[in-house]
């Protein structure tokens, strides 16, 4: 009897001591670089802006599973940072960006980030999968661009199809698509509705060199 007592006890530390994994996966999931700062990051992500937005099902559901498996087996191999999971074994990368995500700018950000301010870096010849989708009042698009002039994306496939990029995608409505990274240098993530980007729909891309941990800093 009493060892099924104590079974149970253990049985629900190690279940706490899971959850406790699971949460921390969010914020340990930003390794060296990015992970000194991304405490406050996490913090609002984790816990404060996904649960208060509509969104949320779908992105916190995501978030944890992927974190608390990929971190407890894997380590290092793969990762969840605030809007990015991804995969070092595989260079794969996951994106989500979510236009008019709150009333930053007018409602002219991704993720609540404009004016180059979310610096998303990902390492050169890795395949990235961009998860856009428009929680704002107005159409919205996404294009991985080399500057604030440029009107098609920097590296093939690498934004929403042309009909979409300059009208935008309507309200509500959500869209991906898939690219390789090129060149290392620093490229934007850009609406190319047009008035948008100069109003200050635009963040920052980096492709690093190889062997560089992909990060999101804010
Ligand atoms: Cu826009």
New binding site residues.
């Given amino acids: 009897m009493p060892s099924t007592k104590r079974r149970l006890k253990l049985l629900s530390a190690a279940a706490g001591f899971a959850v406790l994994l699971g949460g921390c996966g969010l914020s340990a999931g930003g390794p060296a670089g990015g992970g000194a700062r991304s405490p406050s990051h996490s913090g609002t992500h984790a816990s404060g802006t996904h649960k208060g937005t509509t969104g949320t099902a779908k992105h916190s559901s995501k978030g944890t599973a992927k974190s608390g498996g990929a971190h407890t087996s894997t380590g290092a191999a793969a990762g969840t940072l605030p809007w990015m999971t991804y995969s070092t074994y595989a260079h794969t990368a996951t994106l989500k960006l979510v236009?008019g995500y709150n009333s930053e700018l007018g409602g002219?950000n991704y993720n609540g980030y404009g004016r180059g301010k979310m610096v998303v870096s990902v390492p050169t010849g890795w395949k990235v999968t961009v998860d856009f989708s428009n929680q704002g009042r107005?159409?919205?698009?996404v294009a991985i661009t080399h500057s604030a002039r440029s009107t098609a994306p920097a590296f093939p496939g690498a934004a929403l199809p042309p009909s979409e990029l300059t009208a935008?995608i309507a309200p509500g409505r959500s869209a991906a698509f898939t690219f390789t990274t090129g060149t290392p240098g620093t490229y934007r993530i850009a609406?190319l509705?047009p008035g948008?980007q100069s109003a200050g729909?635009w963040d920052t891309f980096m492709v690093t060199g190889p062997s560089v941990t992909p990060s999101v800093k804010t």
């Fill in positions: 236009a002219l107005l159409p919205h698009s935008g609406c509705v948008h729909m």
